[in-house]
């Protein structure tokens, strides 16, 4: 599942989940919550590749959420 390169699509919201971020690799597309996306990054690191794109996108996804996060709470 990992072996393609995957490019950075967009950012959804869903329900329990947080924002989620989608990438795809032409012909697949895959989401990532923000452990998923830690694992990946993980995992190209350790086969020496480049995860430039997926950290920057991990950047956005820790602040997106934790904007909803702030967000929910101060209309509960």
Do not use: C, W
């Amino acid at each position: 599942m990992y072996q393609k390169q995957l490019k950075f699509a967009n950012f959804y919201e869903l329900p329990g989940e947080g924002v989620v971020a989608e990438f795809s690799n032409g012909t697949e597309t895959f989401l990532f919550d923000i452990q998923g996306l830690q694992y990946r990054i993980i995992h190209l690191k350790q086969e020496n590749r480049d995860a430039s794109e997926e950290e920057k996108v991990l950047a956005r996804l820790n602040s997106l959420n934790n904007t909803s996060v702030q967000h929910t709470a101060k209309q509960g």
